[in-house]
Each structure stands twice: as structure tokens, then as C-alpha cells.
């Protein structure tokens, strides 16, 4: 099937330091996208959107960043804190559709 | 208010069987997708009902079937099982209108 983004990559932070995970996708009729928290055992966790109408989205401690030109999707999570330890996932959506594109993911590992 | 809720937690089968897995709706969203997450990758769309009716679908063979109840919960069946069928088995679902999917925890089925 369909997939955004590339194998799953692990990123290394130290506690406190800001995290950046990218992810590219692939249709350019997407017009929505969103980024997904998924900790061991738990179903995928809303973490933030963005419309493709804007370039950033910032929320609390997490901002989204979206180029179109280049079709990549960023996560930037500010002050990265053990509990953020998680696969992230980005996905897209076309409005004109109701099927969600999820890419693998990134394993997201957070030193103390 | 209660979450997205899935049954059962874990299952276990053998090839050529048939499994149901069961899904209930936060109050209020009437419609839910299933999506088939394996082990290291990221969620893979099976299909979307609302309001009983199939609007989605994935690309997954005619042994996934789903059907939608007149309280919004969902039942996903697959026949003949596959040892690739193994996975873990995600129910989102939504209000109508908006882009926001809440995920359950999901049903881990394993099939020796």
C-alpha cells in the first residue's frame, strides 16, 4: 500500500534539548496533515495539524512546519521531556477523500 | 467521557480462520475507520464507514469486510486468515465535518 515518509529512523535527544523529526510525503493533491504520537501498547495520539493553506502551526511545546515545494512535514517539539519518548508518525489526507496516509513513523528516544 | 473502546485487547488464531473485532465510537462521532498497523510501520487504512454505509476503502482483499451499527459501533471481520494478517488492528473515529481522528487502543491478533 500508499506510505509517507521512509523507514523507521530513531532519533536521540538529550532531556531538554529540542527534537526535530521530518517526514516527506508523496501526493501533492494532499491538503492535510497531521502528526500522531504512538506510545508501546496505545493507539495513535493527536498531536498536531496543519492545512496546507499555511507553512507552520505552533501548539504547546510542538511546532509544525510544511513545504509544499518540496513535500516535507516537520515536528518540532521544544524542551523535550522523557515523556515524549514515542513513535511519531505524519500522515496526510486529500479533502476530496477519506483515507488517511500514514508514514512508518520515527522512534523518538529521549536521554536523561 | 469515554475514549474509542476495542474488543477483544489480544487474539490469538490460526490460519483459515475468521476473526470479528469490535469497536465503540466516542459519543457523538459517527463515523470510524479501521486501519491494520504492522509490527515497526505505520497504520494502513482498511476503510471508513458513516452512517452504516462503506465510504473508504484501502487496498485490502474482499476477506476484510466491516459493517456499521445503528449506534455508530463497528465490527471488523476478516475470513481465511493469513499469517501476514497478523497485526495490530486500529479503530478511529470522528465527527462528521472535522479532520480529527481519536484512535482506540487497538486489537493485537496474532495468527500461527
Known amino acids: 500500500g500508499e506510505s509517507v515518509g521512509l523507514h523507521l529512523p530513531t532519533l536521540s535527544v538529550q532531556e531538554g534539548d529540542n527534537s526535530i523529526i521530518n517526514c516527506a510525503y508523496s501526493?501533492?493533491?494532499?491538503?492535510?496533515f497531521i502528526w500522531y504520537k504512538q506510545e508501546s501498547g496505545k493507539g495513535p495520539q493527536f498531536i498536531i495539524d496543519?492545512?496546507?493553506?499555511?507553512d507552520k502551526r505552533q501548539g504547546q511545546r510542538v511546532t509544525v512546519l510544511l513545504n509544499k515545494t518540496v513535500k516535507h512535514l516537520s515536528l518540532q517539539i521544544a524542551a523535550t521531556q522523557p515523556g515524549d519518548s514515542a513513535v511519531y508518525f505524519c500522515?496526510?489526507?486529500?479533502?476530496?477523500?477519506?483515507?488517511?496516509?500514514f508514514g512508518t513513523g520515527t522512534r523518538l528516544k529521549v536521554l536523561a | 467521557d469515554a475514549g474509542v473502546t476495542q474488543s477483544p485487547t489480544h487474539l490469538i488464531k490460526t490460519r483459515g480462520q475468521q476473526v470479528t473485532l469490535r469497536c465503540s465510537p466516542i459519543?457523538?462521532?459517527?463515523?470510524v475507520s479501521w486501519y491494520q498497523q504492522v509490527l515497526g510501520q505505520g497504520p494502513q487504512f482498511i476503510f471508513q464507514?458513516?452512517?452504516?454505509?462503506?465510504?473508504g476503502r484501502g487496498n485490502f482483499p474482499d476477506r476484510f469486510s466491516a459493517r456499521q451499527f445503528p449506534n455508530y459501533s463497528s465490527e471488523l471481520n476478516v475470513n481465511a486468515l493469513l499469517l501476514g494478517d497478523s497485526a495490530l488492528y486500529l479503530c478511529?473515529?470522528?465527527?462528521?465535518?472535522?479532520?480529527?481522528?481519536?484512535f482506540g487502543p487497538g486489537t493485537r491478533l496474532t495468527v500461527l
Open positions: 459519543s457523538g462521532h459517527k463515523s
Open positions: 496543519i492545512r496546507s493553506n499555511m
Open positions: 500522515a496526510e489526507k486529500n479533502s476530496g477523500t477519506y483515507k488517511y496516509i
Open positions: 464507514y458513516y452512517e452504516k454505509e462503506e465510504r
Open positions: 501526493n501533492s493533491a494532499s491538503d492535510y
Open positions: 478511529a473515529t470522528q465527527l462528521e465535518g472535522v479532520n480529527e481522528q481519536f
